[in-house]
């Protein structure tokens, strides 16, 4: 039979190693093996056979069991504790042919028994295909390294998860993110990295897929928030691919994107406030404004804008310069924001020396009351206006109007009134409070203005 028939060939360039006592026997086994094409190495002891093998470790070792000082069965032991040769295939040769010679061999982890006197061609064919299942299981194994050492070194986390939720294995990327030690997460479940209703999702399709293998698809990725060890939340995209590996399987990829998420946050941030005065801008004034009008429209409770404009800031500008403008401007920013205490309050700036406030639920007599505290505020810090014909000091002029919406309502109304309200204001003298109130023209809001 040629080298080929059985399906396997062994490499070209196999190494092999032959131990036995008897020059006879060795010579006809070494003549073999080289009309056979491998290179040949030989050893008449097996103190020898050891030292060869871990130079130049060879693909399979013929191993005589009867050799005087070390014998086969001590030299295989001591093979096998060795990392450099315990993976290298040995054969036993023996003339002893008891059964427990031969389960012994097996133990001590031999791969075949050839029994003496040997016939040649068997000894050929047997250390073929030893060498052709050397051949694929290195392969194999090379593959598993390979694959292991991708896995311990890339930088996403990886989680094999069962379909019962048990987690099976994790990297050292997915045990780093979460904050735990290696192999601390296997046989944990994942009820202890995610929220109970996303890890019931996420069970509900693994059920789905245990039970119809063939339907399975990837789950894709979504963004999940993860419990880290020390307690903390950390924002990650996981991706869930699913395997059938003798049970269905679920391969988690974790990437992480807290820094991401953080960066994308500040700037959402950032495009929420007004760069000087550092309150909200027009853009998220508006957004707040249409989610508590459509809230009010379904709720029928009273929505109060509040309008303020800086009385003749240009004078102040002009008389002071703008670096002490936008200081004024900043001064009369905080007082206006400290009087939007509720979280369905807002004070923003609006444009300019505009500002606007909105108070939720809060009806004309109550929004009129908080615009006269915060007009009376701004006058009370007595940030000098020395051009003023209105005051020695900053002083603003507000308009308030309050509607409660209904569907066929639009913001605008509300805008409209509380800019009136406020040029009324300004009309009629500045530094003063007016309300819009509907159907009517604007009223002096409280008892306290003129
Ligand atoms: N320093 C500074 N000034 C600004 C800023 N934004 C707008 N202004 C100034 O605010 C002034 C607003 O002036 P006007 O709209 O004429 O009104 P006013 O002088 O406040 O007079 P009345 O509103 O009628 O009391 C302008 O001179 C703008 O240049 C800013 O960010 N910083």
């Not at 390979?146 to 069962?162: C, K, P, Q, T, Y």
């Not at 479940?189 to 995610?194: A, M, Q």
Request: hydrophobic residues 40%; aromatic residues 6%.
């Amino acid at each position: 039979m040629s080298p080929g028939s059985t399906g396997f060939s062994p490499p070209r360039d196999a190494a092999v190693l032959i131990v036995d006592d008897a020059p006879d026997s060795l010579s006809a086994l070494r003549s073999l093996m080289v009309d056979q094409g491998y290179q040949t190495f030989v050893a008449n002891t097996g103190e020898r056979a050891l030292q060869l093998a871990r130079r130049v470790h060879p693909d399979l070792i013929l191993l005589d069991i009867v050799m005087p000082g070390m014998d086969g069965f001590e030299t295989c032991r001591q093979l096998k504790a060795h990392p450099v040769t315990q993976r290298i295939p040995v054969i036993f040769m023996s003339a002893r042919t008891e059964t427990d010679d031969v389960v012994a061999g097996f133990d001590l982890g031999a791969v075949d028994y050839l029994r003496k006197p040997l016939r040649m061609p068997e000894v050929c064919a047997r250390v073929r295909t030893q060498l052709s299942i050397r051949a694929s299981s290195e392969t194999q194994h090379e593959q598993a390294e390979r694959l292991r050492a991708i896995v311990n070194s890339m930088a996403e986390g990886l989680l094999i998860i069962e379909a019962n939720g048990r987690i099976q294995f994790t990297n050292p990327a997915c045990d780093g993110y979460l904050g735990y030690a290696p192999d601390e997460l296997a046989g944990r479940h994942i009820d202890d990295l995610l929220n109970p209703l996303v890890a019931q999702e996420y069970l509900e399709y693994f059920s789905r897929y245990a039970a119809h293998p063939e339907t399975a698809h990837s789950h894709g990725t979504r963004e999940v928030i993860i419990r880290h060890k020390q307690g903390k939340s950390v924002c990650m995209d996981l991706t869930l691919t699913p395997m059938f590996l003798r049970q269905p399987l679920f391969i988690g990829l974790l990437h992480d994107i807290t820094h991401h998420k953080l960066s994308e946050d500040a700037l959402q941030r950032a495009a929420m406030v007004d760069p000087l005065t550092k309150i909200a801008n027009r853009r998220h004034f508006d957004s707040f404004l249409e989610k508590e009008w459509q809230r009010a429209t379904r709720t029928g409770a009273p929505l109060s804008l509040v309008v303020l404009d800086v009385d003749h800031f240009k004078l102040y500008n002009d008389s002071l310069g703008h670096v002490a403008g936008d200081i004024g401007l900043q001064q009369v920013a905080q007082a206006i924001a400290s009087h939007a205490l509720r979280g369905t309050d807002l004070a923003a700036r609006y444009g300019g020396e505009e500002f606007v406030l909105l108070f939720a639920e809060t009806d004309a007599g109550a929004a009129a009351a908080l615009a006269e505290s915060v007009r009376a505020h701004i006058e009370a810090l007595q940030l000098p206006h020395p051009k003023s014909p209105t005051s020695p000091w900053i002083t603003v002029s507000i308009g308030v109007a309050t509607m409660r919406p209904r569907q066929q309502d639009k913001i605008e109304t509300l805008f409209v009134g509380a800019d009136r309200a406020m040029y009324a204001a300004k009309e009629d003298g500045r530094n003063l409070v007016r309300v819009m109130q509907p159907g009517l023209v604007a009223i002096s809001a409280c008892a306290g203005s003129p």
